[in-house]
């Protein structure tokens, strides 16, 4: 048997040659009654797409660029895959890009991505600040949406979880736990995450203690920053970390740990992301659940829509809730403890 064409299909499932051409490009919305029909058929008789083809009659090549600040944090790898399932379901593959943290590379990966000629972008950027003019100038070339972080108002779509309303979950429950002294444990620069997470607690801290504002340390979002916070901020007596990461409370775990502090009887300590290791963690970290599989498909829709026709729209921007997870790593505080 020869090669299967788009009119097979169009036959066995019923529908016009364009309407699959259109379900299976994911070029433009079908129903999803009649994308199914069509996908069922095209399984069935084994057709394949030929994407060089496509890309040549189309000037598509059903590609999206993904750029993230650096794959290594265990927060990303889950994202990926539920964004590589939700676009693979439009028809669409992914390419992926790591910066390392760098808006240099950044904006570099960003010129090659384009220069493959992707269709669009998903892009979470490694800095509020020096990544607005790469990511401002890829917007106005296709479409783009950026993920978890911002990168300045009006720029692309964005969707992110909602950063304030988790820091604020994770206050509460402290408060509710009788936690008196926290310190917020987070990260510098400009990455939106790391600032409205910490401004969150800023804002939100005072009512535990008014002093607690003051109790912050900042260094990066890593295990190793997590360890060295514990050494500099222990002398204050804190009876709760806050920290920004899920890593970062990893970290600390540890270090108190080895220094025989009581976790959670004299310290509690909190993260943020709820990534796997939070969980196996000794004892498992209390962390603000992000919804991952939502972001993806809100993502994804994002890019649909622009890819569809509605490239002149405004900027839409969502912020998604936050779940909170308690574990062991928290819980009600030590009252033999000055």
Known sequence: MGDVTLRDVARASGCSVATVSRVLAGTRPVGAETALRVREAAARLGYRPNH??????????????????????????GLVRELTHALHAEGRAVLLADCDDDPVAEAERVDDLLSRRVDALLVIPA????????????????????MDRRCGSGIADSVAVDNAAGTALVLDHL???????????????????????????????????????????????????????????????????????????????????????DVPGEVAVTGFDDIPMAEL???????????????????????????????AGPRRTIRLAPELVARGSSGARDRDRG
């Open 52 to 77: 060089a083809a496509r890309a040549l009659r189309s000037r598509a090549t059903g590609t999206v660029g993904l750029v993230l600040p650096q794959i290594t944090n265990p927060f990303y790898p």
């Open 127 to 146: 800095d509020e600040r020096r990544s607005r003019d790469a990511v401002a100038a890829a917007a106005r070339r296709v479409p783009l949406v950026l």
């Open 175 to 261: 408060a509710a736990t009788g936690r008196r002294r926290p310190c917020f444990v987070g990260a510098h620069g400009s990455a939106s995450a790391a600032a409205e997470r910490r401004a969150a607690y800023a804002a939100g801290s005072g009512a535990l203690d008014p002093r607690a504002p003051e109790r912050v340390a900042l260094g990066d979002f890593s295990v190793a920053w997590g360890r060295a916070a514990v050494d500099q901020v222990l002398p204050a007596r804190p009876d709760a970390l806050v920290c920004a990461n899920d890593l970062i409370a990893i970290g600390a775990l540890q270090r108190l740990r080895e220094l025989g502090v």
């Open 281 to 311: 963690a000794s004892p498992g970290v209390t962390t603000v659940r992000q919804p991952v599989a939502e972001l993806a498909a809100e993502a994804t829709q994002m890019l649909a829509r622009r890819l569809g026709g509605d490239g």
